[in-house]
């Protein structure tokens, strides 16, 4: 079992930032230490979507409305992936999951708050 602890949510204007964290504990051993990271939001009535992306190699994907604003990033040492937000708009607001996908096997965070709003 994989734990995912998702952190640094909150309330934000538009045009300011957040620092996600994402800290993963438990039996993280992956085939061939092959894994993924992957960022997700939902909205209110809406389905969950892709934001971000981290492979174990450093390769990194993001969703065309975040791409320039939103950096996603990684602590081997202490098995903490970051999601850096700039540049907040109001269609960012949702709930951020972190997801670990390795060895055919995926595991979610619980989930964290990000709302941007005057």
């Known amino acids: 079992q994989v734990q995912l602890v998702e952190s640094g949510g909150g309330l934000v204007q538009p045009g300011g930032s957040l620092r996600l964290s994402c800290a993963a504990s438990?039996?993280?051993?992956?085939?061939?230490?092959?894994?993924?990271y992957r960022w997700y939001r939902q909205a209110p009535g809406k389905e969950r979507e892709l934001v971000a992306a981290i492979s174990s190699v450093g390769r990194t994907n993001y969703a065309d409305s975040v791409k320039g604003r939103f950096t996603i990033s990684k602590d081997n040492a202490n098995e903490v992936v970051y999601l850096q937000m700039n540049s907040l708009k109001p269609e960012d607001t949702g709930v951020y999951y972190c997801n670990r996908f390795a060895s055919s096997v995926g595991y979610w965070g619980q989930g964290t708050q990000v709302t941007v709003s005057s």
């Open positions: 438990g039996s993280i051993f992956s085939i061939n230490n092959i894994y993924w």
